[in-house]
């Protein structure tokens, strides 16, 4: 994993996307790439050792790999969709669980909230969350 960074930082140079819009995920594919194909020439480097994938099933790993890429942009645009739904105290609510530096404990002092009712909120906002993201994927899957 070391390696492939520091081949990515080596070739930066050699990134170029299409536009502002799509440089994250062109970013990720270009680095996909270069992670496939410093994981073949190590791959080719351990040959000899009888517990290394063959080629051909390195090459399935990185092809599903690809594949799964794209429903995970897809799911990535979809959540930060839906929290940009939010009013910013809520997003900052369900975000806090994930941030570190942040917690409930945190926004219920603040506040002046129960934690316990805090936790409840996340939960429903979970929810809420889910239902939306799975509209915006199942719309996203309808319409092209």
Same mark, same amino acid.
């Given at each position: 994993m070391?390696?492939?960074?520091?081949?990515?930082?080596?070739?930066f140079d050699?990134?170029s996307p299409?536009g502002?819009?799509?440089?994250?995920?062109?970013?990720v594919?270009?680095?996909c790439?270069?992670?496939r194909?410093k994981?073949l020439?190590?791959q080719?480097? %351990? =040959? *000899?050792?009888?517990l290394?994938?063959?080629e #051909?099933v390195v090459?399935? $790993?990185a092809?599903?790999?690809m594949?799964n890429?794209?429903?995970?942009e897809?799911?990535r645009r979809?959540?930060?969709?839906?929290?940009?739904k939010l009013p910013?105290?809520?997003r900052?609510?369900v975000l806090?669980v994930?941030?570190?530096?942040?917690?409930?404990?945190?926004?219920?002092t603040e506040t002046g909230? %129960? =934690? *316990?009712?805090?936790?409840?909120k996340?939960? #429903?906002?979970r929810?809420l $969350?889910l239902?939306?993201v799975?509209?915006?994927i199942?719309?996203?899957?309808?319409?092209g």
């Open positions: 070391q390696e492939m960074a520091l081949e990515c930082w080596k070739k050699e990134f299409a502002p819009d799509t440089s994250s995920e062109e970013f594919r270009w680095a790439v270069i992670a194909y994981t020439s190590w080719r480097d %351990k =040959a *000899r050792d009888r290394v994938f063959r #051909s090459e399935q $790993l092809q599903a790999a594949v890429l794209d429903q995970q897809r799911e979809a959540i930060e969709m839906c929290l940009n910013a105290d809520q900052r609510l806090s994930y941030s570190p530096g942040e917690s409930i404990a945190m926004i219920a909230e %129960k =934690a *316990r009712r805090l936790y409840s996340v939960n #429903s906002l929810k $969350l239902e939306c799975t509209g915006q199942m719309g996203d899957v309808e319409h």
